[in-house]
């Protein structure tokens, strides 16, 4: 991926971290050992001291049906609640019990101080922005972007051998089986003359009496240095531009109609979080492309 994306864009080190503001105080998060002794005021020392609380207070939940389970069987109820649960249902409008255990588990659980949000080997942010990157992708004499155009008026026109569609797969199938929900967001932007605003790029406010569910802070993402600053609040919504596919068993079963209905078209391949019905992150969008490229090119 980033041998490819390389062609694009030169790149600057990011590690994003995250604090949850919990009854007007800020936590790491996701919960690790710093966690632990910030809100209980203990003093654990190393890892063990983390796993040994945590299997004390964790609580059995076989089989995992939710994301609800998911959680409480790592760590117990009372970080669940304080944690998830009402973050969940502000971001969801769901109770965490009614969601696939994706939602909640692709959070990790921490046993030492690590306050690094990811994991992963390597952490990057195309260095002048992701604008900037996808302006040279789509700058190829090959591709030609037609924008605020319906496919749906111009297809009939469009001679092709293979179509690779990223919109609603319910909006293709003309809703025949009904129509897929997503969350959105309403963002409101705020300026603020002071050098930084909060203590992280990203903090979450896992309060249910707190309208929006997370603040960021751009500057912290792109490493700008200015003397004033300005933040976004998120406030998730049902109607608006598609982000989140929910995660729930009804919503699977009308996606699985959807997906059998397109091993009938030979030329058409979905892709992406509206064509799939999938939460995908950006490095997964990147590998599920460059497998669907390869895919095409070897003819499978």
Known sequence: MIKYLSRFTEWKKYEHKVLANLNGKNYPFPINRLTLNMLYNFNFKNDSDTTNYFEKVKENRSPILNSEDIIVNQIGYDLFEKFYKYYTKKQWNLEPKELHPQVCGRIPVRFNNDVK????????????????????????KNIEIILDCDYKKVITDVKFNTMIYTGPIDYFFDYTFGKLPFR???????????????EAAQVNYVNSNIPYTRVIEHKQLTGQKSDSTTISREYPQLEGEPYYPIPTEENRKTFLL??????????????????????????????????????????K
Do not use: H, W
């Open 117 to 140: 949000y990811f994991a992963d080997k390597y952490q990057l942010m195309p260095s002048e922005g992701y604008t900037a990157m996808f302006k040279k992708i789509l700058a190829n």
């Open 184 to 198: 959105s967001l309403k963002f409101e932007f705020i300026n603020y003359n002071t050098e930084f605003y909060q």
């Open 258 to 299: 959807y997906e059998k209905e397109t091993s009938k078209l030979d030329n058409v391949i979905f892709c992406g979080r509206l064509a799939e019905y999938q939460y995908y992150n950006m490095d997964q969008v990147v590998a599920n492309t460059l497998k669907r490229f390869r895919e095409i090119t070897n003819g």
